[in-house]
C-alpha cells in the first residue's frame, strides 16, 4: 500500500514489529522482501500487548513447556467457538462490560504429537503440521481482538507473556 510519512507512524501504532519499505516511484530493494524467511523461524516481536485502538489489542503468550494437542484444540475451541451466555464467556467479560472478542490467532506450538502452526480467524482455527524449527525456537500464539484479557488469556491456555 503506498502510505505517507505520517501514516508510517499510524501503522507503527498499529504493529510495532512491522518493517515498512520506502519506496520511489515503487522501486524499493528486493533485499528487503525476498528471502526473509517471514514463515520460519524468526521469534515474534518482543512487544507482549500494543493498541490498535481502545477496544482492538494484541497479546503475545509462549511456553517452554509440551502441549497436548488435545487440550490445546478444546482450548482453542472453547475461546472461539463458545456461546457469549455460557459460564466460559462470562468469565471473559473484561471490567468496562466488553466481550472479550478474539477476532485472530496465529502462533508455533510444541505438542506431544508435533509442532503445528496456529491460524484462527473469528471461530474458524486450524492446526498445521510444521516442521521441528531451530533449536531456540519458543512455541507462542498471539492473539488479535477486542477487550483481550492478558491474564485471563494466560490462564485459559497456561502459557505466559514473551
Known amino acids: 500500500a503506498v502510505v505517507s510519512t505520517q501514516s508510517t507512524g499510524e501503522i507503527r501504532a498499529m504493529n510495532g514489529a512491522c ?6 516511484r515503487s522501486r524499493v530493494d528486493l533485499e528487503g522482501i525476498l528471502g526473509i524467511q517471514a514463515y520460519t523461524s524468526v521469534p515474534p516481536p518482543s512487544t507482549v500487548e500494543h493498541k490498535l485502538s481502545r477496544a482492538i489489542s494484541t497479546v503475545t503468550l509462549t511456553t517452554d513447556k509440551l502441549l497436548r494437542k488435545k487440550e490445546l484444540e478444546n482450548t482453542l475451541e472453547s475461546l472461539l467457538w ?13 471490567e468496562d462490560g466488553g466481550e472479550m472478542t478474539i477476532l485472530r490467532m496465529k502462533g508455533r506450538v510444541h505438542t506431544d504429537t508435533g509442532w503445528f ?9 486450524e492446526l498445521t503440521p510444521i516442521a521441528t524449527p531451530p533449536s531456540g525456537t519458543a512455541p507462542h500464539l498471539i492473539f488479535i481482538g477486542s477487550h483481550l484479557d492478558s491474564q485471563r488469556l494466560q490462564n485459559v491456555t497456561k502459557m505466559h507473556p514473551r
Do not use: F, G, N, W
Open 117 to 125: 502452526m496456529v491460524q484462527a480467524v473469528r471461530d474458524i482455527y
Open 82 to 94: 463458545e456461546e457469549p451466555t455460557s459460564p466460559l464467556k462470562q468469565s471473559h467479560l473484561v
Open 19 to 24: 518493517v515498512v519499505q520506502h519506496t520511489t
